[in-house]
T-cell receptor
């Protein structure tokens, strides 16, 4: 069974600063996807960034980038130039790849990020 | 393009009752997945439906069931409600096209169920 662990329940960062959220996972699978989702107070879950396990290059999406360490089973999210709108709960998630995506996401417990003005 | 819609948004029930939640996916999306979110257990996968067939199922008791209609709309049903079923129920839709390795899941706003 796969597990996803987020060891930082809460984090705080000043506006315009950089923050890194940690995530580790456990799996015996070789092909899988990893995700960071954002859930603001509105509760709408939004995809922030995705990483395919077979790709060595770290994914980036504007101010968001990941540090994917497959051997260490680590998948951290870096947010640069933090903005007030980044305040949200961030979830790390895992999805198996079985000849195609399974659409079954396994989530971590989340990190509540507060961006301070 | 309209997003994923869930109805109702809020629901209050009493123990022992049953409830049906509805999810309308984005137009063209044929896969609908359901998740339960609680403070204690976090986000847990319930099941996925694709082309009216259940493709994946999480570790939930048989009181939790679902179905999908020919227009891809999905419903989930919880019978004999327990206090612990109080949660935010999220659904997500995706294209799940055959041959494609990945299709992004888009989440709805959720249905907040309170069991008294």
């Amino acid at each position: 069974a796969q597990t996803v662990t987020q060891s930082q329940p809460e984090m705080s960062v000043q506006e315009a600063e950089t923050v890194t959220l940690s995530c580790t996972y456990d799996t015996s699978e070789n092909n899988y996807y990893l995700f960071w989702y954002k859930q603001p107070p509105s509760r709408q879950m939004i995809l922030v960034i995705r990483q395919e396990a077979y790709k060595q290059q770290n994914a980036t999406e504007n101010r968001f980038s990941v540090n994917f360490q497959k051997a260490a089973k680590s998948f951290s999210l870096k947010i640069s130039d933090s903005q007030l709108g980044d305040t949200a709960m961030y979830f790390c998630a895992f999805m198996k790849h079985e000849g195609g995506a399974t659409n079954k996401l396994i989530f971590g417990t989340g990190t509540l990020l507060a961006v301070q003005p | 393009k309209a997003g994923v819609t869930q109805t109702p948004r809020y629901l209050i029930k009493t123990r022992g009752q049953q409830v049906t939640l509805s999810c309308s996916p984005i137009s063209g999306h044929r896969s609908v997945s359901w998740y339960q979110q609680t403070p204690g257990q976090g986000l847990q996968f319930l099941f996925e439906y694709f082309s009216e067939t259940q493709r994946n199922k999480g570790n939930f008791p048989g009181r939790f069931s679902g179905r999908q209609f020919s227009n891809s709309r999905s419903e989930m049903n919880v019978s004999t409600l327990e206090l612990g079923d109080s949660a935010l129920y999220l659904c997500a839709s995706s294209r799940r096209s055959s041959g494609r390795p990945y299709n992004e899941q888009f989440f709805g706003p959720g249905t907040r169920l309170t069991v008294l």
